[in-house]
Each structure stands twice: as C-alpha cells, then as structure tokens.
C-alpha cells in the first residue's frame, strides 16, 4: 500500500492557495485603479445611463485618464470642490481628447467641456472626433466661497452622447493686473443666412456697412485713448469670417438675438490662439 507525502500535498494546497490570493490581489487592484477617482464625484442627468471609469489605455501622459462613456444622450461630469478667495479671477485647464461627441439638438455650448457645476460659465466645448488638446476655463469667484469644478460631458443647454477623455487638471489664481493696453477681437459675419417661421432669410454686410463698422472701431481706439488722457489705449484687431451664421437665439420678451453659442464655432480657433480682453461679434440681423 502507497501513502501520499502530507509534506507536499500541504506544499501543493499552499502554492495554489497563494497563487488564488495573489489572483484576487490583481483583480483588485485593477477595479480600485480603474474606479479610484480621487475627490470627484460622479453625476449624471440620467441615473445609471453614463460609464465613469479612469482609463490606462487611452491617457495623455503616465496618469489614467478620466473618461465619461455615454451610449445615450446624457448631462453627466466628474466634479470637485474647491475653495476659492472671493472676487477673485481663476483659470482651470485640462487635456481632452473626443470620439463621436455629438449633442442632442446641434447646440455649440453642449460637448465635451469644463464647467462649474450648478452655473452658467464655461470653456469652449468640443464635439465630433479629435485628439488631445487643451482646453480653459476663465471665471470670477465673486461672493463665493468654494465652486464645483466639473469635467463634462453635455451641458447646461442641454444633453450629449459619445465618449471623452480628461487628464492634466491645473487650477490658477488670477492677479490683478495694471496693464492699460487693452486688446479687443471684432469679428465682422459676413453673411447671416437663417430660417424663422419657416422662412428663409439671408443677409449680407455691404461694402459701405465693413467702411462705417472699421471706421467705427477706429474712433472708438482714439476716443478711448483721448478720453482717458493717454492712460488706457485700445487696439483692435478686425476679422471677417465669411463662414455664414445659421442659428439664432431665441427669447420671449426680445425675440431673436446672436448668443455666444450661435457664434462660437466660428471665432473659438482665433480666440484660442490669442489673448483678448474683449470680444465684438458684428451681423447684420436686418434688412
């Protein structure tokens, strides 16, 4: 009659013992590194309709980036709240990278974008395909104490679907700055061609109109820099986009008006590349 050796049947039972803790250690840790998002907090219009999860595949730099997926039309954000001094100017920059962005109504204010949550104010928005690019947000604290700054995907104008990721967060305090040159951005649309009450309507800015609207600009940089008494000077640099306006902007009480979501793919590439104080968007809106 043969006997096993308990010494290494005990041998066997440890190994395999330790190689399926060793498992449940990885497996573990993939899940806490995939759903370990620091101090945000997750939120979606739709409960349960978004996938939040921080990605080791797709990321900007050696950090897993933070990616929103929705199938369907949703709101949805990863947010943080941070204290801020009051009346105070801060610049938040991230890294974001899109695939198929897309927003419910073809709204430009709705994509993949940074916003504080529970407000108005936010950066440009980003929707179709593209690769990583930086994108800001500019705002003022006010009265407020501390804000929620949220990584979005969708928008205070409504819902957006496809996936985005984000990555790089950086967080500025603004300074005062005594600087008196100020530099304005007027961009003059060329055409605005939209349909109201099934009508469509197309307008032109005449030869004689672009004469009075630079004319214009160029005694209101004499006027400030007279007016002041040479202690502020104003310098505008003038743009024609011949990219037609489509969209207007609707309200009850004044009727239909140029929104900065009606122009903002067609002046977002100049802005970016430059550092404005002010922005003028001329259209003609009559005929």
Not at 28 to 35: F, H, M, R, S
Not at 49 to 75: G, L, M, V
Not at 165 to 177: K, R
Not at 236 to 264: A, H, M, Q, R
């Amino acid at each position: 009659m043969k006997y096993k050796n308990k010494a290494t049947f005990g041998n066997i039972t440890y190994i395999i013992t330790l190689i399926f803790l060793c498992t449940m250690l990885y497996f573990a840790y993939q899940y806490y590194q995939t759903n370990n998002f620091s101090d945000f907090v997750r939120s979606e219009a739709n409960l349960y309709t978004s996938e939040f999860k921080r990605d080791s595949e797709i990321k900007y730099n050696n950090q897993r980036s933070y990616k929103i997926s929705s199938a369907e039309y949703n709101d949805a954000m990863f947010y943080k709240s941070i204290k801020v001094e009051k009346n105070t100017p801060y610049r938040v920059r991230c890294m974001v990278k899109t695939n198929d962005v897309t927003s419910e109504e073809e709204k430009a204010g709705v994509g993949a974008q940074i916003s504080i949550e529970g407000a108005t104010e936010r950066s440009v928005t980003i929707q179709g395909t593209n690769d990583w690019q930086e994108i800001e947000l500019i705002f003022n604290s006010k009265n407020r104490e501390s804000v929620n700054i949220g990584f979005r995907l969708g928008g205070n104008l409504g819902q957006a679907k496809g996936e985005v990721w984000f990555s790089n967060f950086t967080i500025e305090e603004g300074v005062t700055e005594n600087n008196s040159d100020w530099k304005f951005a007027c961009f003059i649309l060329n055409t605005t061609d939209v349909k109201i009450n099934g009508e469509q309507i197309k307008l032109e800015v005449t030869k004689t109109d672009k004469n009075d609207i630079k004319n214009t600009i160029k005694r209101f940089e004499n006027s400030c820099k007279t007016l002041s008494e040479q202690k502020m000077t104003a310098k505008c640099d003038i743009y024609e986009i011949n990219e037609p306006l489509t969209k207007l902007s609707y309200d009850e009480e004044f009727g239909y008006y140029v929104s900065p979501e009606d122009v903002e793919t067609h002046i977002k590439d100049i802005i970016s590349r430059n550092d404005y104080d002010h922005i003028f968007v001329i259209v003609r809106l009559r005929r």
